[in-house]
């Protein structure tokens, strides 16, 4: 039986999580979009626009910015679209509020935890073992969405009743939503893939041509699947839109921050000044030193994430950690 959703609650009020209210406010009555900052909230309650992250959309009347927290005892559906690096303070303050035990909480969130290698739903889980808990993922940027360009994603979902609940309300002619109750795998394709979109980013700014860059690409996919299995994920995830879509996205588009960050490096800036001229969170950087420190607690063979960290955190220089990917031992494509 499908469930119907009718006040969903958003908490994060970045690019990401203002384009899925703005996508839910047109199957809900009301929206609560849940800023951490009162003056952000005020502005975009306000001016009907998200100044910061989304200022060419407008957003409609039904959709309530707010920095109150309280509102969430009133959802039936919650959505956290938080830095992952705020995910576990987010959920304990959440445990604050009477939130409705039948309330589905969905992670929007990339990445996985640092010293727990913990992904984003375990956290969440950990609040609130009651509540069922989903994951919503794959090639969505928010500035696409947000103007109704077309595009799919994967929810995971355990139950598969309330699997296709959520891929009703997270669909319209313009948006198509799968299911798959492969939760590690989805989350893992999605952690993985920012990693190798600053890989592909610094190819790019160091000019290595079309050919080195597919050839990254497709290598990167090996990787993410073959440490994505390693670390719980079912192989033939990594295939789908969370694994292999959201690499191709993450990757190549103008819109990626991950991308962004790796093609300022290849220019020849620091980290620093990279991470400040993008002025938003590139989970690409944390998680790659929660990533790598995942692969070492399986031992996978991860050659593009190793010189991805040595760029970002031992000091390498962009051009001779890329050379060191074309320097290594032959080997067979499969393995």
Known sequence: MIKEFQHPVIIGSGSWGTALSLFLSSKCPQVHLISRSESAALQIQQARRNAQYLPNVELPDNLIATSELSVVSQADLI??????????????????????????????????????????????????????????????????????????????????????????????????????????????????????????????????????????????????????????????????LSGLGDLLATCFSEHSRNHKVGLALGRGETLQEAVNALGMVAEGVPNTRSIYEAARRVQARTPILDVVYAMLYQGVAPAVALDRLFSRSPRQETD
């Not at 992952?84 to 035990?101: G, N, V």
């Open 79 to 240: 959505l956290v679209v938080v830095p992952t690096f705020a995910m576990r303070e987010t959920a304990k303050r959440l445990q604050s509020y009477q939130i409705d035990p039948a309330a589905v909480l969905v992670s929007c969130s990339k990445g996985i935890e640092l010293e727990t290698g913990s992904r984003m739903s375990q956290i969440i889980s950990e609040s609130f073992p009651s509540n069922p808990i989903a994951v919503l993922s794959g090639p969505n940027h928010a500035e696409e969405i947000a103007i109704g360009l077309p595009a799919a994603a994967t929810i995971g979902c355990a139950d598969l009743n309330l699997g296709q609940s959520l891929q009703e309300i997270f669909s319209n002619d313009r948006f198509r939503s799968y299911t798959n109750q492969d939760i590690a795998g989805i989350e893992l394709g999605g952690a993985i893939k920012n990693v190798f979109a600053i890989a592909a980013g610094v190819a790019v700014g160091l000019k290595l041509g079309d050919n080195a860059i597919s050839a990254l690409v497709t290598r990167a996919l090996a990787e993410m699947t073959r440490l994505g299995s390693a670390l719980g994920g079912q192989t033939e995830t990594f295939a789908g």
